[in-house]
């Protein structure tokens, strides 16, 4: 209770700055948690994209058809509809696999920006509360009052605004780094799982064209 109690006194000593950054971090919190709720949904996960690709890899079409049939997320949604060659997918399959993989990662990308936007403006905000409340501090009245106490103490809690922006800006940014990364995985995946597709479809239209002749 005492912890709690000094926290707000020191939250309430770095002026209003301090209720913007508050704002800041709550809002990275729920960007956090929204996102990680849309990728555990959307992610397919590197362990599909890795045994779809075996699979597809040692020709084993109905192995890789049942995989993205059973498995979750926009990868396995797009290999599904390009296999099974529906209606959408089955006049160019290339091509739905490029729209259809650009629209999932732009809905992944969503509110990422506002992360990077607050690892920018946090450290800022805490800058500006630092400045703010050594311009009391050094106010005249201070200096014709004489007391040096008062001067040293105001720029103590001037500094905790500069604190609480960088924590805040550290927390962004680690928010958008892990997301980031869950994207560049992906896109990778994606990339490696299209060009199998489209290997393996081309091995198959030839070996039915030798049959053929």
């Known amino acids: 209770m005492e912890l709690l109690t000094t926290g707000i006194t020191f939250f309430q000593k770095g ?3 301090m209720y ?4 800041c971090s709550l809002f990275v919190f729920s960007i956090g948690i929204e996102r990680a709720m849309y990728f555990r949904r959307m992610d397919s996960g590197r362990a599909f994209a890795r045994d779809f690709y075996l699979a597809l890899a040692n ?6 058809e049942q995989l993205a049939d059973h498995a979750r997320g926009a990868l396995a ?5 390009v296999i099974t060659k529906k209606p959408e997918a089955r006049k160019n399959p290339s091509a739905y696999m490029e729209i259809q993989s650009g629209i999932a990662l732009a809905k992944m990308r969503k509110r990422l920006y506002y ?3 607050i690892v920018t403006m946090a450290p800022l905000l805490g800058l500006l509360g630092t400045i703010s409340g050594m ?5 005249v009245f201070n200096l014709e009052s004489g007391q040096a106490t008062a001067i040293t103490g105001g720029v103590g809690e001037a500094l905790i605004a500069t604190a609480m922006g960088l924590c805040v ?12 990364q869950r994207i560049e995985n992906i896109v990778t995946d994606m990339e490696q799982c299209f060009s199998m597709v489209e290997t393996a479809a081309a091995e198959c239209d030839g070996m039915n064209k030798e049959e053929a002749a």
């Open 77 to 81: 949604d797009i290999l599904f509809a």
């Open 115 to 117: 992360l990077s936007v």
């Open 15 to 17: 002026g209003i700055v």
């Open 169 to 180: 800006a550290i927390i962004s940014l680690t928010v958008h780094a892990y997301f980031s």
């Open 135 to 139: 311009i009391t501090s050094f106010s």
């Open 20 to 23: 913007v950054l508050l704002l």
């Open 59 to 64: 020709n084993k079409w109905q192995k890789a």
